[in-house]
């Protein structure tokens, strides 16, 4: 029966009708939705608006601004080209350095300085042995320093202070041996930190002028190909006559000097006179006359002068130059600064210890203490009676005790064998040390001399020399693999140590069991924020009334200055200090090994530092350049590794070039790392790890009887919860003893293998020596003296 039309009933699709999809827009909305919601309404340059949000500039914008830009630079270069080597303003240091032994450097300063004639240019030499040449025919002035090739801390002084470096190099004999080890250390240490340098080949041999212009030629080619091989884009400009002097006179007037920011954050002043008041006194005030570059100065500042130290200022003169009835120049004072009564830095560079601070108060027992409870603990008792047994017996003082007092003594007996205890524990523990440091001793290298050597051999020297490689060969094959004593338990020799579950996420406690060094440095309580408060001062730039204008002609009084007699030519450099920068902390140094360095470095080795503008001694310890929270802690440093040394020094901010070299016994010194320093931090932990091996004396699918890593129930019991691993990957952990003879039932996550071994890894964090020397000139002499006496001696 079909339905009436008078109802309304719709047809309803089934089952198998088919659905499609709906439009899907993605994250953006359709045309149709944003034309509803606009109605009609155009938005002004939609593009323009989009460009916008996205950081999007037109062409021509680009344009505009890269004109812009390159004008600002052009001003900037030409508003520090009307300072620094301008006629009326500050000299352009210059740097001449011989790369080759047969040049004569002298020479060659006076040809450049002969080269224009000129009746009105000046050629003044100072007491430093700087020549300042001022050639009004191109508006310029120059300061040619020449340091003595054998003192290569001078060397390296002047490369750094200086705006314009220039490598002289002769065509006969070519790039000598230290000349290139020389080209090497600058480009590594001070490349960074001058502007510009500039290679030149020296034509001051008679060979040069019977070559011919094609062997010049090749000559010149064959240099830059050597010289290509350490720099980009080398080009040699030849100094044969008076022209290419002039050539060259030009090329620093007009080149373009760059204001590199490691430099150019502290003030600095190359003393072109230098005098002490009173010279005849072992301490004296020194007064530094020259150019202040770099920042501003006050006079609440500090001062470090190289080999002699860092120093308080007297006051500061600042000089106008002004011509007397002679028509000598002669600089006149014209303001003085002097430092505030309150504001002056000290020269404290350690902090004052708290004995009632408990958090100073963490460390371990000191030797004199240690001695004190060895010499309270002698007693006259039976031969062959152990320490437990003495412990017991009574000594001839405590028998002449009244009655009293040994009935105090029997009840109290047990606190009497806990303060025993105590006192044995701390000297095991004193005992363990001794044999950790022993075995890690550190090993001296004398090289022989061949004039004299058989006087001079040292057969015990060259075993232990042997001995440590053999050692490093060890340890590189064998890593951390030490073996359990059998004389003493290892809870006891191993009760520094500690079992990690992980040595990535587990915590470390870096306030834990400090020594007492940690507390006599400096700590920042956020390093990178001090760092930012220091370089938003600096470019604020505040000069206020108490502080010396850069580029200025000033006179430094240096306060209680050690007299000194220095070298004819030595060039003498002030530097001052940021704050904090006197104090001592604890430095983290990036250190790369050096190609043909072969030598192996073994840890808290004494080693020489050129830290940035600073020269000191220290004997650091090595760890892996990782990231986190933990530092795996490296006994040697090898070849071609790249560790972080951690030692104690003076605080240095970063970017700061570091340039490492041992010294032999001789003085003889060689370059065995560079790098960078990476942080002033005293929190870093360095974790010394130790592995404790041990075999498989029975399998049974994923249980096992291990031995030989523990000779007793008790030693196996204390370190019970540490994990073990395996060789081949195995993971697993100590069930339980059996016996009492070490053997001990562990389990597994796999099946073990026979010819597997076992491992169980302990750490325990280690810190740096207080071995924290300056470098002084007064020390240099004092060795050469008493090498000079021990060869008077000999013969």
Same mark, same amino acid.
């Given at each position: 029966m079909?339905?009436s039309?008078d109802?309304?009933n719709v047809?309803?699709?089934?089952?198998?009708k088919q659905?499609?999809?709906?439009?899907?827009?993605?994250?953006?909305?359709?045309q149709?939705?944003?034309?509803?919601?606009?109605?009609?309404r155009?938005?002004?340059?939609?593009h323009?608006?989009?460009?916008?949000?996205?950081?999007?500039?037109?062409?021509q914008?680009?344009?505009?601004?890269?004109?812009?830009?390159?004008k600002?630079?052009?001003?900037?270069?030409?508003?520090?080209?009307?300072?620094?080597?301008a006629?009326?303003?500050?000299?352009?240091?210059?740097t001449?350095?011989?790369l080759?032994?047969?040049?004569n450097?002298?020479s060659?300063?006076?040809?450049i300085?002969?080269?224009i004639?000129?009746q009105?240019?000046s050629?003044?030499?100072?007491?430093?042995?700087?020549?300042?040449?001022?050639?009004?025919?191109?508006r310029s002035?120059f300061?040619f320093?020449?340091p003595?090739?054998?003192?290569?801390e001078n060397?390296l002084?002047?490369a750094?202070?200086?705006?314009?470096?220039?490598y002289?190099i002769?065509?006969s004999t070519?790039?000598s041996?230290?000349g290139?080890?020389l080209?090497?250390?600058?480009n590594i240490?001070?490349?960074p930190?001058?502007?510009?340098?500039?290679v030149?080949?020296?034509?001051?041999?008679?060979?040069?002028?019977t070559?011919?212009?094609?062997?010049?030629?090749?000559?010149?080619k064959?240099?830059?190909?050597i010289?290509?091989?350490?720099?980009?884009?080398?080009?040699?400009?030849p100094?044969?006559?008076?022209q290419?002097?002039?050539?060259?006179?030009?090329?620093?007037?007009?080149q373009k000097?760059?204001?590199i920011?490691?430099?150019?954050?502290?003030?600095?002043?190359?003393?072109?006179?230098?005098?002490?008041?009173?010279?005849?006194?072992?301490?004296?005030?020194?007064?530094l006359s020259?150019?202040?570059?770099?920042?501003?100065?006050?006079?609440n500042?500090?001062?470090?002068?190289?080999?002699?130290?860092t120093?308080?200022l007297?006051k500061?003169e600042?000089?106008?130059?002004?011509?007397?009835?002679?028509?000598?120049?002669?600089?006149?004072?014209?303001?003085?600064?002097?430092p505030?009564?309150?504001l002056q830095?000290?020269?404290?560079? %350690?902090? $004052?210890?708290? =004995?009632? +601070? #408990? *958090? @100073?108060?963490?460390t371990?027992?000191t030797?004199?203490?240690i001695?004190?409870?060895?010499h309270?603990?002698?007693?006259?008792?039976?031969?062959?009676?152990?320490?437990?047994?003495?412990?017991w017996?009574?000594?001839?003082?405590?028998?002449d005790?009244s009655?009293?007092?040994?009935?105090?003594?029997?009840?109290?007996?047990?606190?009497m064998?806990d303060?025993?205890?105590d006192?044995?524990?701390?000297?095991q523990l004193?005992?363990?040390?001794?044999?950790?440091?022993?075995?890690?001793?550190e090993?001296? %290298?004398? $090289?022989?001399? =061949?004039? +004299? #050597? *058989? @006087?001079?051999?040292?057969?015990?020297?060259?075993?232990?020399?042997?001995k440590?490689?053999?050692?490093?060969?060890?340890?590189?094959q064998?890593?951390?693999?030490?073996d359990?004593?059998?004389?003493?338990?290892?809870?006891?020799?191993?009760?520094?140590?500690r079992?990690?579950?992980s040595?990535?996420?587990?915590?470390?406690?870096?306030?834990?069991n400090?020594?007492?060094?940690?507390?006599?440095?400096?700590q920042?309580?956020?390093?990178?924020?001090?760092?930012?408060?220091?370089?938003?001062?600096?470019?604020?730039?505040?000069?206020?009334?108490?502080?010396?204008p850069?580029h200025?002609y000033?006179?430094?009084?240096?306060k209680?200055?050690?007299?000194?007699?220095?070298?004819?030519?030595?060039?003498l450099?002030?530097?001052?200090?940021l704050?904090?920068?006197?104090?001592?902390?604890?430095?983290n140094?990036?250190?790369?090994?050096?190609?043909d360095?072969?030598i192996?470095l073994?840890?808290?080795?004494?080693?020489?530092?050129?830290?940035?503008?600073?020269?000191f001694?220290s004997?650091?310890?090595?760890?892996?350049?990782?990231?986190g929270?933990?530092?795996?802690?490296?006994?040697?440093?090898r070849?071609?590794?790249?560790?972080v040394?951690?030692?104690?020094?003076?605080i240095t901010?970063?970017?700061?070039s570091?340039?490492?070299?041992?010294?032999?016994?001789d003085?003889?010194?060689?370059?065995?790392?560079t790098g960078?320093?990476l942080?002033?931090?005293?929190?870093r932990?360095?974790?010394?790890?130790?592995?404790?091996?041990?075999?498989?004396?029975?399998?049974?699918?994923?249980?096992?009887?291990?031995?030989?890593?523990?000779?007793?129930?008790?030693?196996?019991?204390?370190?019970?919860p540490?994990?073990?691993?395996?060789r081949?990957?195995?993971?697993?952990?100590?069930?339980?003893?059996?016996?009492?003879?070490?053997?001990?039932?562990?389990?597994?996550?796999g099946?073990?293998?026979?010819?597997d071994?076992?491992?169980?890894?302990?750490?325990?964090r280690?810190?740096?020596?207080?071995t924290?020397?300056?470098?002084?000139?007064?020390?240099?002499?004092?060795?050469?003296?008493?090498?000079?006496n021990?060869?008077h001696?000999?013969q």
């Open positions: 079909t339905p039309s109802n309304n047809h309803r699709p089934g089952a198998l659905q499609n999809k709906k439009f899907k827009t993605g994250r953006h909305r359709s149709h939705e944003i034309k509803r919601s606009t109605k009609g155009v938005a002004e340059n939609k323009a608006r989009s460009l916008k949000r996205l950081n999007i500039t037109s062409k914008d680009r344009i505009n601004a890269a004109i812009q830009l390159r600002q630079k052009l001003q900037a270069n030409k508003q520090a080209r009307q300072t620094i080597g006629i009326d303003g500050v000299p352009q240091i210059i001449v350095i011989p080759s032994s047969d040049v450097v002298f060659i300063v006076e040809l300085t002969s080269s004639n000129d009105k240019s050629d003044q030499a100072t007491d430093c042995g700087a020549r300042i040449y001022t050639c009004p025919k191109l002035k300061c320093l020449t003595t090739v054998t003192n290569l060397i002084d002047c750094k202070m200086s705006d314009t470096i220039i002289i002769s065509s070519g790039l041996i230290e290139d080890y080209i090497d250390l600058i240490h001070c490349l930190q001058s502007i510009i340098y500039s030149i080949s020296s034509a001051n041999d008679d060979n040069m002028s070559m011919s212009s094609t062997s010049k030629v090749s000559s010149f064959n240099l830059e190909k010289l290509e091989k350490k720099f980009s884009d080398v080009k040699l400009t100094l044969d006559n008076q290419d002097a002039q050539r060259l006179l030009n090329k620093l007037t007009q000097l760059i204001k920011s490691k430099k150019f954050q502290r003030p600095y002043l190359f003393a072109q006179t230098f005098s002490y008041e009173n010279p005849k006194s072992s301490k004296s005030t020194l007064k020259g150019y202040l570059r770099g920042t501003h100065l006050s006079p500042d500090l001062v470090y002068i190289p080999n002699l130290g120093f308080q007297e500061i600042e000089h106008r130059f002004q011509r007397d009835s002679d028509g000598i120049i002669k600089p006149i004072v014209e303001k003085s600064y002097l505030g009564k309150d830095r000290s020269l404290s560079f %350690e902090a $004052e210890q708290d =004995p009632m +601070n #408990y *958090d @100073e108060d963490q371990w027992p030797k004199e203490e001695d004190k409870a060895k309270q603990l002698k007693k006259r008792v039976p031969k062959g009676t152990s320490q437990y047994q003495a412990a017996i009574l000594s001839d003082d405590e028998d005790n009655e009293k007092q040994q009935n105090d003594l029997n009840d109290n007996e047990h606190d064998m303060d025993y205890a006192d044995l524990h701390s000297i004193d005992q363990a040390d001794k044999q950790e440091e022993d075995e890690e001793e090993m001296e %290298e004398v $090289e022989m001399n =061949p004039n +004299n #050597y *058989d @006087e001079k051999y040292d057969l015990e020297e060259d075993k232990q020399t042997l440590q490689i053999k050692d490093a060969k060890l340890d590189e064998f890593p951390d693999e030490i359990t004593p059998m004389d003493v338990p290892a809870r006891v020799r191993f009760q520094k140590y079992g990690l579950k040595f990535r996420t587990t915590k470390w406690d870096v306030k834990e400090l020594p007492s060094d940690y507390g006599r440095i400096y920042f309580p956020n390093f990178r924020a001090m760092i930012k408060q220091i370089q938003n001062e600096q470019d604020n730039n505040q000069i206020t009334q108490d502080h010396a850069v200025s000033v006179t430094l009084y240096v209680d200055v050690p007299v000194t007699r220095f070298e004819p030519g030595y060039h450099f002030s530097t001052g200090l704050p904090y920068e006197q104090c001592l902390s604890v430095l140094i990036v250190l790369n090994r050096t190609n360095s072969e192996i073994k840890s808290k080795e004494r080693l020489i530092f050129h830290v940035g503008f600073r020269r001694a004997s650091p310890i090595y760890s892996q350049h990782t990231n929270d933990k530092h795996k802690f490296e006994r040697y440093f070849a071609h590794q790249t560790l040394a951690t030692c104690f020094g003076p901010y970063p970017p700061a570091v340039l490492a070299f041992k010294e032999y016994p003085g003889r010194q060689e370059l065995v790392a960078s320093v942080s002033v931090n005293p929190d932990v360095t974790l010394k790890r130790i592995v404790i091996s041990g075999h498989p004396f029975k399998i049974h699918k994923r249980s096992a009887v291990i031995r030989y890593m523990f000779f007793n129930p008790d030693d196996i019991n204390w370190f019970k540490i994990e073990l691993r395996t081949w990957g195995r993971r697993g952990h100590i069930k339980e003893s059996l016996g009492t003879h070490g053997h001990m039932k562990c389990q597994f996550d099946i073990l293998k026979s010819q071994t076992i491992f169980m890894n302990l750490y325990k280690i810190y740096p020596k207080w924290y020397e300056p470098l002084s000139i007064q020390q240099q002499q004092q060795q050469k003296e008493k090498e000079t021990e060869e001696i000999m």
